[in-house]
């Protein structure tokens, strides 16, 4: 098993404001884990007794809604902090994790992190940064939902993905997801992205090839999510 200390992800996390000491204190009592796609790392409403950090991999956070559509709230890529709030509040987890890939992630238990919290003063304020933030995109992605077109929030959505995954070798945005999972994450239909994605591919704003996605003209997406 790795040390904190020696891991770059931790470069990414609120981690990066322990002390060596303290790192090599949350290295002996931590877990490594993997998961396989489609893999529940934790499922809503579930109690957890600690932290999850993702090492390597990708992984969407669901809700399940009335109507048992599950919709996708966020994705989880590497260097990402999975059921702090959770842990904080002391109460269940409102969200499920699901992995798209294979995911290796560092379960650190509840007690390293309320200890870290009470001793160190920059990582109390760097968990409680991470919080606002987090509060701040739901604000935006409820905004958009509320305000923008099924093509505007697809075309946002698009171009978050670029800027969070990037690209693979041949240009394509390197996550791979179903269409039913980008409809999820825009809050439409299937059918409704389908027919969204196909209007940008016969545009030509876009390439599909299977699962595989390519933003041919980025400042045009750019102009159609952007709109408010």
Do not use: W
Not at 7 to 16: G, P, R, S, W
Not at 53 to 75: A, D, E, H, Y
């Amino acid at each position: 098993m790795g040390s904190c200390k020696k891991c770059i992800v931790k470069e990414f996390t609120a981690f990066q404001t322990l002390s060596s000491v303290e790192l090599e204190e949350v290295s002996h009592h931590k877990n490594e884990m993997c998961f396989k796609r489609g893999d529940v790392i934790f499922r809503e409403g579930s109690i957890l007794n600690g932290v999850f950090c993702v090492k390597r991999g990708k992984c969407k956070l669901t809700k399940l809604s009335p109507n048992g559509k599950n919709q996708i709230v966020k994705f989880i890529k590497d260097g990402d902090m999975l059921g702090h709030r959770s842990v904080l509040s002391e109460e269940p987890v409102n969200l499920s994790v699901v992995a798209l890939e294979e995911v290796r992630v560092c379960f650190i238990p509840k007690s390293d992190v309320v200890k870290s919290i009470h001793a160190n003063k920059h990582f109390s304020k760097s968990m409680f940064k991470l919080i606002c933030h987090e509060l701040k995109d739901v604000h935006s992605k409820l905004t958009n939902m509320a305000q923008k077109t099924v093509r505007e929030r697809l075309a946002d959505t698009l171009l978050f993905l670029d800027e969070t995954f990037g690209e693979d070798a041949q240009g394509y945005l390197n996550i791979r997801l179903s269409r039913e999972e980008i409809a999820n994450a825009i809050g439409t239909s299937t059918e409704s992205a389908i027919r969204s994605l196909s209007e940008m591919n016969k545009e030509q704003l876009v390439s599909l090839f299977g699962k595989k996605i390519k933003l041919l003209k980025k400042k045009r997406l750019k102009t159609i999510g952007l709109r408010f």
